[in-house]
C-alpha cells in the first residue's frame, strides 16, 4: 500500500501570502490528484495530473512534482480558499489519500 | 447537471448490514467506473470500492473486503454498496463518486461528488 504523507498538517497564511502544501508517497507514483474540501460541504476535484486545474480552479492555484514529492501551491492566499485539501494516488491499488492539509487564514 | 444522490444511511447496530444506493442522473451511467469513498467524523478521506462500467470487476481495499460488496444497476442507473459484519469503525459518511479518465490525458480522477449519506455503527 502507498502511504502519502501530508505537510504541515494545519497551517493558517494571511492574505496575499504564498502556500505550498506538501505530500510524500511511500514508493513512486505516477501522478497525483488533490481535492479540496470544504467544511461541510463533498470534496471537489481541485487539481489532476499533477498539475492540470480542474475545471473552475483559480489560476492562482498550482501543481507540481514528481515521484514520490508532490506539492500544491498558492500564490496568493484568499479567503475562499480556507479548506482542508487532499492529496490522492491512483497509481495503484488500494487507492490512498493522504491525511489532509487543514488551511485557515490569519 | 451530473447529479448523485445517496441513500440508504442511518444508524445500523455491530454486526448487522446496511446496503447504500447513489442515483445517479445527467451523464450516461453506464460509460463510468464508480466508487464509493468515506469519512469518518472529524477525519480523512478513504477509499472503500471501485467498479468498472459494465460491473464486472470490482476494487477493495483491505478494511472492508469480504464485509463490503459494490454493485450496480446501469438499467437504473444505480450505484450500491452493500455492508455486512459492520464495526464502530465504519462509522462514517459514505460519498458517491463518478470516476473517468481525463480524454487526451490518461488520468484518472474522481471528478464528481456526491452529498454523503451518514451511516452510524453503534448498539
Known amino acids: 500500500e502507498i502511504v502519502l504523507t501530508q505537510s504541515p498538517t494545519t497551517m493558517a497564511a494571511s492574505p496575499g501570502e504564498k502556500v505550498t502544501l506538501n505530500c510524500l508517497a511511500s514508493?513512486?507514483?505516477?501522478?497525483m490528484n488533490w481535492y479540496q474540501q470544504k467544511s461541510g460541504a463533498s470534496p471537489k476535484l481541485w487539481i489532476y495530473?499533477?498539475?492540470n486545474l480542474a475545471s473552475g480552479v483559480p489560476n492562482r492555484f498550482s501543481g507540481s512534482g514528481s515521484g514520490t514529492s508532490y506539492s500544491l501551491t498558492i500564490s496568493s492566499m484568499e479567503a475562499e480558499d480556507v479548506a482542508t485539501y487532499y492529496c490522492?494516488?491512483?497509481?495503484?491499488?488500494?487507492?490512498?489519500f493522504g491525511s489532509g492539509t487543514k488551511l485557515e487564514i490569519k | 447537471e451530473v447529479q448523485l444522490v445517496e441513500t440508504g444511511g442511518g444508524l445500523v447496530q455491530p454486526g448487522r448490514s446496511l446496503k447504500l444506493s447513489c442515483v445517479a442522473s445527467?451523464?450516461?451511467?453506464?460509460?463510468?467506473?464508480m466508487s464509493w469513498t468515506r469519512q469518518a467524523p472529524g477525519k480523512g478521506l478513504e477509499w472503500v470500492a471501485s467498479?468498472?462500467?459494465?460491473?464486472?470487476?470490482?476494487y477493495y481495499p483491505d478494511s472492508v473486503k469480504g464485509r463490503f460488496t459494490i454493485s450496480r444497476d446501469n438499467a437504473q442507473n444505480t450505484l450500491y454498496l452493500q455492508m455486512n459484519s459492520l464495526r464502530s469503525e465504519d462509522t462514517a459518511t459514505y460519498y458517491c463518486?463518478?470516476?473517468?479518465?481525463?480524454?487526451?490525458?490518461?488520468?484518472?480522477?474522481?471528478?464528481?461528488w456526491g452529498q454523503g449519506a451518514s451511516v452510524t455503527v453503534s448498539s
Open positions: 463518486t463518478r470516476d473517468r479518465i481525463i480524454r487526451g490525458t490518461g488520468y484518472y480522477v474522481m471528478d464528481a
Open positions: 445527467g451523464f450516461t451511467f453506464n460509460n463510468y467506473w
Open positions: 467498479i468498472t462500467n459494465s460491473g464486472g470487476s470490482t
Open positions: 514508493s513512486s507514483v505516477s501522478y
Open positions: 495530473g499533477t498539475s
Open positions: 490522492l494516488q491512483l497509481s495503484s491499488y488500494p487507492l490512498t
